[in-house]
């Protein structure tokens, strides 16, 4: 184990008394970046998309996960799959990344090797004398699980049980009636010049928004109204005040609604999903590695309208939100040089970062980690 990877342990698996951000170098280092896509995105459950999202038979959505080309697909006979994107002839990516639509089958862009779309091989152009024995270049499956309308992969052969982990925020969900949002959309999709980790501590925490976001999210979601509502290494949930409160249309159509309705829930499931609920929409990006210094993010959402006024994945205030947040990461990014940096404390306001911090420590290196914890917010919700 080298020295880098010894104090990245150290560091990930400290309570919150004694938790200091990662040691910079953890941000840039190749080694690292392997670990985490050898023991998190290759064998851990990662969020894909919004079942919503993949509509009709032949819909798909084809993307890259730590290195592995992916496509999970809905097929003719009504199934959702989750298959290597790799021709099984010389690897050639077989569908184009981000949502699209198969017509008849999938066919290989090389030597027009051809699949159907759960995955079989039906045909390979000159094979005369019958060769390729079709069975064994059928494309390989991954474990697919869904969540609140959520879909989840896990590259692994003996993949643990996600819903044993995540029914356990159900019951703090109650208030939102998430089975009212029908209607899923895609969100932004951006290759951000900063680590995933980076992504992901600024995603998760409010403590940010009011310097990098004054004019945009500190506005109705102000840091200091924010809280933490529960936790641990394998998920986390916290919460803020909505200012301005919901808008006056919605609250004409449903009447006066019960106090966590005019708070919204940071719902956060590491490795990369995170996860704004209001009463309005469920609104999220998703992060996920593109070697040590870049990363994929990934947006989307859903409502209960097809154009609710809220949280629409790509509306102006959406896309100016994110460009601040891409902008500092990728700032954060530029000072990640240092290798004996061992990062500043962090404080009670960032709890959050240190259940992710936590998630890695138990994932990376089996180390033991903090209780789970919940606070007075929580009784608001449950
Ligand atoms: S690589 Fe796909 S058909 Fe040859
Ligand atoms: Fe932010």
Redesign the pocket.
């Known amino acids: 184990m080298s020295e880098l990877i010894k104090r990245y342990e150290h560091a990930a698996r400290q309570p919150l008394d004694q938790a200091n951000s990662l040691p910079f170098a953890v941000y840039k280092d190749a080694q690292v970046a392997e670990l985490e896509a050898d023991k998190i995105f290759h064998r851990q459950w990662v969020f894909v998309c919004a079942t919503g999202m993949l509509g009709e038979a032949g819909r798909y959505f084809a993307f890259t996960l730590a290195g592995e080309s992916i496509a999970v697909v809905h097929g003719k006979d009504g199934h959702i799959r989750a298959m290597s994107n790799n021709?099984?002839?010389?690897?050639?990516p077989?569908l184009k990344s981000g949502f699209g639509q198969i017509e008849k089958n999938i066919v290989?862009?090389?030597?027009?090797?051809t699949y159907s779309d759960n995955g079989e091989l039906k045909g390979?152009p000159f094979d005369t004398n019958k060769c390729v024995d079709k069975q064994r270049h059928e494309l390989p499956k991954y474990a697919l699980q869904e969540w609140m309308g959520l879909l989840f992969i896990n590259l692994s052969d003996t993949p643990s049980d996600l819903l044993e982990r995540l029914n356990q925020i159900n019951p703090y969900l109650q208030h939102f009636h998430m089975d009212r949002f029908i209607q899923a959309y895609e969100g932004v999709a951006e290759h951000w010049n900063c680590n995933w980790k980076l992504a992901v501590e600024n995603g998760i925490e409010s403590y940010h928004l009011f310097m990098v976001h004054r004019e945009t999210l500190e506005v109705n979601t102000p840091s200091k109204k924010a809280y933490y509502i529960a936790g641990d290494a394998n998920w986390s949930l916290t919460g803020g005040e909505i200012v301005e409160k919901r808008s006056v249309l919605s609250k004409l159509f449903s009447g006066d609604t019960p106090e966590p309705l005019n708070q919204y829930m940071l719902i956060y499931l590491p490795p990369g999903f995170i996860g704004i609920l209001s009463y309005d929409s469920f609104d999220w990006i998703a992060v996920t590695p593109d070697g040590p210094e870049n990363c994929f993010v990934q947006g989307g959402g859903m409502s209960e309208h097809a154009s609710g006024e809220n949280g629409k994945g790509s509306d102006a205030f959406t896309a100016a939100f994110l460009q601040e947040d891409k902008d500092i990461c990728e700032l954060v990014q530029s000072g990640m040089g240092s290798r004996h940096h061992q990062g500043g404390k962090l404080l009670e306001v960032e709890r959050i970062v240190v259940d992710f911090h936590q998630y890695l420590a138990k994932h990376l290196f089996n180390s033991p980690v903090s209780d789970f914890r919940e606070t007075e917010a929580a009784e608001m919700f449950k």
């Not at 021709?87 to 050639?92: E, I, N, Q």
Request: glycine fraction near 8%.
């Open positions: 021709c099984s002839h010389r690897g050639t077989l290989c862009p090389y030597h027009a090797w390979v």
